[in-house]
């Protein structure tokens, strides 16, 4: 099977020391609390023009994970899924993805965001700007996840 | 520097045999072709659950990519920019993101989607449902892209 390698770019710094800690999703904390993202010094010149955005996508490494499973059952469900239909960390890549409020630098190559939902410490492998014209899709149905959604979809823009 | 392994799980298929075929983005193509997403044998029994969602997010891996550059001049705008503040495959982890129509099952593991960008054969390496509860910003800026928008911000959701 074909493999790739990824190389860690900074690390995230959150208020959840362990998993018990973390929150089902980044925006379920009320206000949610700032986090960080610290980019490594070899990294930091592809941050230039980031500013200008309101929004990024966080890429990161889940590095607690023991092992994968492709099925799994949510706490809050009581049914195994399928994992593709989840977004827990237990997938075959454990990749994991946040679409973070981008509120600018507190340090040059140290980005002050909001709605992570990952331990302190996880590694990070990629930022991208967050694009409405592809990225937003408010509307699309919450499938199984329908009744345990924890804000409502009416609520969203 | 801390490296992790990725493994492909699939291949995405689409009408576009080479970069020079692959539209800006997905959804610039009107109408946006039908495209597919293969899933390996060994990973279907992680779909299940997954025919109730309409849209999904597809982690793919650019394979294509000679090089990365932490900075990239895009061919529309003709100004280096940081490649953090670009979704140019040139990253330092070319780790491609698509949030995508999901129009159903051709056949057990092969998923008809709509709105790729990529290359025929770019190997997948996740499939995650999309949340519009965390996934959805349709007022997010679109920073310097704003005056390059291939759809109007306004036209969405």
Redesign the interface.
Known sequence: ?????????GVLRTPFATRADCPR???QPDPPPECRAEI?PD?V??????G????L?L?Y?L?QVAAPS??MTPPFDGQ????????APV???P?A???VAFDGFAAPGCLRVR?LDCIDGT?L?????????????????????TRH?????RA??
């Open positions: 099977m074909t493999a790739f390698t990824l190389h860690q770019i999703n980044g925006r490594f990294f010149p592809g941050l230039a023009d980031l200008t955005f309101s929004h996508i890429l490494w590095d492709l099925t195994a899924r399928g994992v593709f239909a989840t977004r997938r075959p890549n990749v993805l946040s679409v709605y590694p492998i990629d930022i991208k700007p967050y694009l409405p014209t592809t990225d937003a899709e408010p509307g699309a149905s919450m499938g199984w996840l959604a924890t804000r409502s979809p969203i823009g």
